[in-house]
């Protein structure tokens, strides 16, 4: 992709943010979108099929590298180091959550806000359900059961640290997450 469509892609997503902000997902239009971005319904067209194209297309953006590329380091943390455990890649999905977090106050607090909770569970589910294995059986209950009910305790516990402001690390969250699902238990953070 070359710069100018990177662009025009980085608008079309800043103009799709701020309409959340604003409203609803399902009031928002492509019209909406074309008027709040400053483009034509042919450029839109030009990046995505549909408004849900667009909304997965941020999602992906936002998830991409902590889901696909979790040994690459980033500015603000490095994991490239790490062997690639649960634990490993709950804390850098945290770390790259913080990072976010700046971006994602207004949309998380907008009544379009479970749109990202939403994927954020399918992905945890994705991602971390085969990491939990062990777990899993250990729990003797069904998988699907056990996935969501491990995935629905991320989502909740980022939540509630979001509401907080972000002002545990995401070592210490990692660590309550583990506690809370997890029979042997780190030791709590400090």
């Known amino acids: 992709m070359d710069r100018r469509q990177k662009k025009t ?15 609803r997902y399902d009031k928002i239009t492509v019209a909406d979108i074309l008027q709040e971005a400053d483009i034509s319904r042919s450029t839109f067209y030009d990046h995505f099929e ?12 936002l998830f991409r590298h902590v889901f696909t590329h979790p040994s690459e380091s980033e500015a603000t943390h ?8 649960l634990q490993t890649f709950l804390t850098h999905t945290l770390y790259h959550l913080r990072d976010e977090y700046p971006e994602l106050k207004g949309i998380l607090a907008s009544e379009s ?20 294995h062990a777990a ?3 729990a003797k209950v ?8 491990v995935a629905m305790t991320f989502v909740e516990l980022v939540k ?21 699902i997890f029979r042997d238990t780190p030791p709590p953070c400090s």
């Open 50 to 61: 549909s408004k849900d194209d667009l909304l997965r297309c941020m999602n992906d953006a």
């Open 160 to 180: 509630q640290w979001f509401n907080q402001g972000i002002e545990e690390s995401p070592e210490c969250i990692e660590s309550y997450f583990e506690r809370l």
């Open 142 to 149: 069904p998988r699907a059961i056990w996935e969501n009910h």
């Open 78 to 85: 490095d994991f490239s180091e790490h062997h690639q455990d």
């Open 136 to 138: 899993e059986l250990e």
């Open 9 to 23: 892609k980085r608008a079309i997503f800043t103009a799709m943010n701020q309409l959340l902000i604003k409203k």
């Open 113 to 132: 806000g479970q749109l990202f909770w939403q994927y954020l569970k399918e992905e945890f589910m994705l991602m971390a359900a085969s990491q939990m």
